[in-house]
């Protein structure tokens, strides 16, 4: 118990010294990421790119990735990287990747990268994702490449299914990250499965929103919105009432520009939940 005591002053000394230090770059830059975990590190001979996320694991599902990558070399962070990003599942019987964003530099910070990628289903033991990072600095291209762990979700939050038009589609819950009993802003991608390799954002569908309560009488709420086409984000955007905290059920239909319903049914007396939906408990 001693040592405390022995070391409270050094590490005092060295709290006041850093603070006091304002040419330290690299103690400002690191506060870029103070609200992020680390989830994985990639390596290659010249750089380690650190992929951070807002929770502790890949998941299945929506996750918003940033990265920043250091040179070994000089151990300093690089600013001015292009980077493209390519995740592959190594099933049994086949090889597949899955929707994703491109990866841009974000607004306001010097060192990170950001992007999405839509995990359509966890690794398991025989079964993994490895993530390829593309970069260019300076006119040179890097490449470096690792297996990455996803983990299974415990509420669906991702749906992989065909349409009546045979169209095979991705739907994943972006936000809320964090609901609360409030009418929440709800974010959604909508992908579709052009090849084992390619999953273009399907433009300018609608998707209908009817959250319920199965263990409270199926009970809805009031003010939700159908979830709309944003063309600039290109996601869909709506708004999801909830009245109370515990399990909601979002009961959810796809329809295209036509107006025709490609997936999910209404809620009725007779029908208590739709065949396309999400999970929400908080
Ligand atoms: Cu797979």
């Known amino acids: 118990m001693k040592t405390i005591y022995y070391l409270f002053p050094v590490l005092l000394i060295f709290l006041i010294s850093s603070c006091s230090d304002d040419n330290s770059p690299g103690e400002d830059l690191d506060k870029e990421v103070e609200d992020l975990i680390r989830i994985k590190t990639i390596s290659n001979d010249t750089h380690s790119i650190e992929i951070f996320s807002a929770k502790a694991n890949f998941f299945q599902g929506y996750n918003n990735l940033t990265l920043r990558i250091t040179d070994k070399a000089t151990d300093a962070y690089v600013t001015n990287a292009s980077i493209s990003w390519m995740p592959v599942m190594n099933m049994t019987d086949k090889t597949h990747s ?24 966890p690794g398991n033991p025989n079964e993994g994702w490895d993530l390829t990072l593309n970069y260019t600095i300076d006119g040179t291209s890097y490449t470096a490449k690792d297996g990455i762990q996803v983990l299974m979700s415990d509420k669906r939050v991702v749906s992989v299914f065909t349409g009546t038009d045979e169209v095979r589609y991705i739907l994943a ?21 052009q090849d084992m390799m390619n999953f273009p954002v399907v433009e300018n569908f609608k998707i209908g929103l009817d959250p319920r309560m199965p263990s409270m009488g199926n009970h809805s ?12 984000d290109k996601i869909y955007e709506g708004k999801l009432s909830l009245t109370m905290t515990g399990y909601w059920m979002l009961n959810l239909q796809l329809i295209n520009e036509a107006g025709e319903v490609l997936k999910g049914e209404e809620v009725t007396e007779e029908n208590e ?3 396309l939906y999400f999970e929400i408990e908080f």
């Open 273 to 275: 939940s739709s065949s």
């Open 98 to 121: 899955c929707p994703k964003s491109e990866v841009s530099k974000v607004f306001g910070k010097k060192t990170l990268y950001s992007g999405y990628v839509v995990f359509q289903m």
């Open 173 to 193: 819950l972006m936000e809320p990250s964090i609901p609360e009993v409030k009418v929440n802003d709800i974010t959604a991608g909508l992908f579709k499965m």
């Open 221 to 232: 709420s009031p003010a939700n919105e159908d979830l709309s086409y944003n063309s600039v």
